[in-house]
């Protein structure tokens, strides 16, 4: 029984395992593919995320194309020019219409532009709503006609609660608002504007004509509506709206008598009082008359303009949207800027201000510049930059002063340690001859202070790059006193070697002849220097910097290899300050490396020296 009992276990056991099998593979269960996907998805999404982080904190560069000329904001030359100038290699760049925020410009215009609230808050929409429930619970005969009109007109200031509709969620407390201030004008005895308009030929309620027209975009926003006597009259005006008796026009996307559909729409989704809208082959959307809230994203980069159309009567064939707003701030703006372009803040109208205040809200913290090809030249560039502290715009740079390269020039000293040095005995400094030239060479290689130094350097900035040249004098600091080197004569060129050293004339070699030191109390250092700056003034010449040196000394004969990190400050002493190029400049700089000496040195038996130091300086950008 015991030998039975363990032939069926075993068996068994196969059937056992396909029943394990198959509850792994089943759906209910996650696979490792499965879940390696999703970590791959969570990684994209938090990329993109980071990704996206980056663009709005990047610098945004709004270019003011010039009228009558092609150079705009895509022009590379002004790209380059002006990351050059701001030191934003990730600046990002965008056209003059991108600026026009007449939609988000709030109604009361005793507010600063420094104060413009940019977007509605999210109370606002609760307090709309509170007003819409409060007024939905009276009958027609709670309050008397004068009553209701009172009523009304503080309904229509709560209008100005949510003063620009960007978003889906924005759209029911208006709507509900309007319907509100159309029940309220139905039971007051005033029948006249601006409860009442002239729609084409037509007088109507002009609030729930409005509803009407939202309901027009979404009718779903009928079921909303608990009063029938209300909804009633809106479904009314929506009928009529849905069989074209009242008039409609074009609103015009087109920008300079140009519309291309397909880079556009790549570009730009367009919203009309908060729902997205397609634009037509022809860049026109076709809308009723009465309130229209315009609003155009980036799809990549942020926001683009906002704008408010309230017509109640057709003139115009069309509204051009962007063409609107290039005039006011392409050809308007330029003109403010150039009547004193050479001012630090140049005098703007209340609207432009309200409007860059705005654009530097809705961009988070990104840095705000505005960039002036004078006379469409992409290399004589003015530059902007708004600041968000008293809400003006600061002159970054002019077209007088546009060369894109920054020089700075520097003086400074320190302290060396340099390991290349020879130590001279007392017996040789009055002899000033050897036979031997092994022995004058010190044996013990301590780096004790090499030198006093006194540098002169002459930097170019270009964006982060930094290229220069300089002459570097340092005093011997060494307890004997001075350097030792063989003087750079036709008869020691070298190679130099303990009793080989010889004069050939004639191809007769000649005995060994005694030589002749040579002692420095100055080294000198020929050098260049070519490095990177970083943080935000890098193309100014300020701020951290990393660079290699390369240059020659003449004692001892050595290649002096060195690697730089240093700090460029500009103190706040407005008086040593002459315009935006001279600006005054305390320098730090750290070095290591080595020297390398050359075949007809005295100390070509050592293959490298360290070399290392710290000098401080003053100097000035120009």
């Known amino acids: 029984m015991y030998v039975f009992a363990l032939l069926i276990a075993f068996f068994a056991s196969p059937a056992q395992g396909s029943a394990t099998e198959s509850t792994l593979a089943s759906p209910e269960a996650p696979l490792f593919g499965e879940k390696k996907e999703e970590r791959v998805e969570e990684i994209t999404d938090a990329e993109k995320a980071a990704a996206q982080k980056r663009r709005d904190r990047a610098a945004r560069v709004v270019v003011l ?17 002006v990351r050059s100038r701001i030191d934003r290699a990730d600046g990002l760049f965008f056209p003059s219409v991108d600026l026009y925020q007449n939609g ?48 009304g007109k503080e309904l229509r200031r709560k209008e100005e609660l949510i003063w620009f509709m ?49 309901a027009l975009q979404d009718p779903s926003l009928l079921s909303t509506l608990t009063n029938q006597e209300v909804k009633g009259m809106v479904n009314y005006y929506l009928t009529e709206l849905q069989n074209d008796a009242f008039p409609t026009f074009p609103i015009d996307f087109e920008l300079e008598d140009f519309f291309e559909k397909e880079p556009f729409d790549e570009e ?37 303009l906002s704008d408010q159309l309230v017509v109640d009567k057709f003139e115009d064939k069309a509204y051009f949207v962007r063409n609107d707003a290039r005039k006011k701030m392409g050809i308007d703006f330029i003109d403010q800027l150039m009547l004193h372009p050479n001012e630090c803040s140049p005098e703007l109208d209340g609207d432009i201000l309200n409007f860059l205040a705005i654009y530097a809200k ?50 400074s000293s320190g302290i060396l340690y340099n390991g290349a040095s020879v130590s001279i005995g007392p017996d040789l400094e009055s002899q000033g001859l050897v036979d031997d030239p092994t022995d004058i060479v010190d044996a013990d290689y301590q780096l004790n202070a090499g030198g006093l130094p006194l540098d002169f350097a002459l930097r170019g900035h270009f964006s982060r790059l930094m290229m220069g040249f300089g002459i570097e004098h340092a005093y011997n600091l060494s307890s004997d006193g001075a350097w030792a080197e063989f003087y750079r004569t036709p008869a020691h060129a070298g190679p130099y070697a303990a009793g080989e050293i010889r004069v050939v004339d004639n191809g007769v070699a000649e005995e060994p002849k005694p030589i002749a030191l040579h002692y420095r109390f100055w080294q000198r ?28 000394l003449n004692t001892p004969h050595a290649v002096s290899t060195t690697a730089h990190f240093g700090y460029s400050w500009q103190p706040p002493i407005d008086a040593l300050q002459s315009g935006e190029r001279v600006r005054p400049m305390v320098d730090l700089d750290l070095r290591g490396g080595v020297a390398l000496p050359l075949a007809d040195s005295i100390q070509q038996s050592q293959v490298a020296f360290p070399v290392f130091g710290f000098t401080a300086g003053v100097g000035t950008t120009f």
């Open 65 to 81: 194309k010039w009228p009558d000329t092609s150079v705009d904001y895509q022009d590379e030359t002004i790209q380059r020019n």
């Open 166 to 214: 960007e978003s889906v969620e924005q759209r029911e407390p208006v709507f509900l608002l309007y319907t509100m201030i159309g029940y309220a004008a139905e039971n007051s005895d005033d029948g006249g504007p601006p409860f009442y308009e002239s729609i084409g030929d037509r007088s109507v309620n002009y609030y729930h004509y409005l509803a009407a027209t939202m």
């Open 104 to 151: 988000r410009k709030f109604p009361d215009r005793t507010i600063k532009p420094v104060d413009q609230p940019a977007r509605v808050p999210d109370g606002n929409l609760e307090l709309v709503r509170q007003a819409v429930e409060e007024t939905s619970k009276l009958s027609w005969n709670d309050l008397s006609p004068g009553e209701w009109g009172l009523l």
């Open 362 to 411: 809705i961009h988070g913290s990104s840095e705000i510049y505005i960039a002036v090809p004078r006379y469409g030249n992409p290399n004589k560039v003015f530059i902007w930059r708004y600041d968000r502290t008293s809400g003006t715009l600061q002159r970054v740079g002019g077209a007088g002063d546009g060369y894109p390269v920054r020089f700075a020039v520097t003086m």
């Open 525 to 552: 250092n020929i050098y260049g220097s070519v490095g990177v700056l970083v943080g935000r003034d890098a193309a100014l010449g300020f701020g951290p910097r990393f660079a290699l040196r390369v240059g020659g």
């Open 268 to 304: 730009y989704e367009v919203y009309l009082n908060g729902l997205p809208v397609n634009v037509d082959e022809d860049g026109q959307v076709l809308v009723p008359l009465g309130r229209l809230d315009i609003y155009m994203k980036r799809k990549d980069t942020g926001h683009s």
